[in-house]
């Protein structure tokens, strides 16, 4: 996979691998989350980190976004106390602020706001601080917020509308965004199923009431819709999946490609995730980056409804996959700066 820099480099402090992923700079700097994760080896932290930057340059380029692609990720070798997270994040911030602004760092899978004010203290190339000292903090709920959005395009092409009410939804991982999107659809009248690998995570769905499953069994629950919202990696090949429509956060939902195309042969509608998890970026961006109001920023997220439904509508005219059009409207700003763009109500101040 094509990538324009990585960087692997051990911490001074921690003595923890720490990695920068700069997929891609063609649309401006690259922009990524900072995923704190145990490895079993130096290598699959490698090799996640390129995907997940190459995830990012996609997700970037379908939503307008004027960035490229990247992604940060501490190997860790088990759970570090707060002393050594502190060390680690510090060494990471030292790690990003040797590419003097190539690469803009996130909360990711693992972080949150807190550590961002860390990696701050080193490097002003950080996003989502807490809201108390001048950042948007957790973009979870924009994130939900884009995923609803292309659900309504993905339901309206499935079901003929885009109403949840009496529809089975089953969500994998009770994450931050995936309790977000819970209580949204059951708002509206769903019926929701969720699975999570964490025993706190379920007692928190318990005390809302919500019906749970076991993991291994998500795939094959006979269900509306499949909403991945914790792990990538979860359909290969050989997967059955019971539900007609899958749209959620999760990144690298697929362990390949031609994955989507086997999902669509069986008359499931997968949404590409990196057009479903726009959302958090998307908002981020247009909050920190270009000013934007809270309601600007939101108004732009749920624009990633009508992103969905142009690739749906392609997708159907022409006889191809969601991932094969997303892609190629991907490929179209990459290569021309072509391409639907998000209106900005706003001219993008310099990057620092």
Not at 278 to 307: C, D, F, I, P, W
Request: negative net charge; aromatic residues 4%; proline residues 6%.
């Amino acid at each position: 996979m094509s990538v324009q820099e990585l960087v692997v480099r051990r911490g001074r402090r921690s003595g923890v691998t720490t990695m920068v992923a700069v997929h891609s700079s063609t649309l401006g700097p690259a922009v990524g989350g900072c995923r704190f994760k145990v490895y079993p080896r130096v290598h699959d932290a490698i090799d996640d980190v390129l995907r997940l930057s190459a995830a990012m340059t996609r997700k970037c380029a379908v939503a307008g976004l004027d960035f490229g692609g990247g992604k940060s990720v501490v190997a860790l070798d088990g759970v570090p106390s707060p002393e050594q997270r502190r060390e680690i994040l510090l060494d990471h911030a030292d790690l990003i602020a040797s590419l003097d602004g190539a690469y803009l760092v996130g909360p990711d899978v693992g972080t949150g706001p807190a550590d961002m004010l860390v990696l701050r203290e080193r490097t002003p190339h950080v996003f989502c601080l807490p809201e108390e000292h001048g950042g948007t903090g957790s973009s979870s709920g924009p994130t939900a917020v884009g995923v609803l959005a292309a659900l309504r395009a993905g339901a309206r092409a499935v079901f003929g509308d885009d109403g949840m009410k009496g529809r089975k939804v089953v969500i994998s991982g009770y994450g931050s965004v995936g309790a977000h999107l819970a209580a949204n659809l059951v708002e509206q009248g769903a019926e929701v199923v969720v699975s999570d690998v964490d025993e706190r995570r379920l007692a928190a769905a318990r005390e809302q009431g919500l019906a749970l499953v076991q993991p291994e069994k998500v795939p094959g629950i006979e269900a509306d819709v499949l909403i991945p919202a914790a792990v990538g990696g979860v359909f290969g090949p050989g997967t059955e999946v019971a539900a007609p429509l899958v749209v959620g956060p999760a990144n690298n939902q697929l362990t390949d490609d031609t994955v989507a195309e086997a999902l669509a042969a069986r008359g499931v509608l997968w949404i590409p995730d990196f057009v479903a998890s726009a959302g958090g970026v998307v908002y981020t961006l247009g909050r920190e980056k270009e000013s934007l109001t809270h309601a600007e920023a939101l108004n732009r997220v749920e624009a990633l409804e009508k992103t969905t439904q142009g690739i749906l509508d392609a997708a159907s005219a022409n006889g191809t996959t969601p991932l094969a059009e997303a892609d190629a409207l991907a490929e179209a700003r990459l290569t021309s700066g072509a391409g639907p763009r998000t209106p900005s109500p706003r001219e993008p101040r310099t990057v620092a």
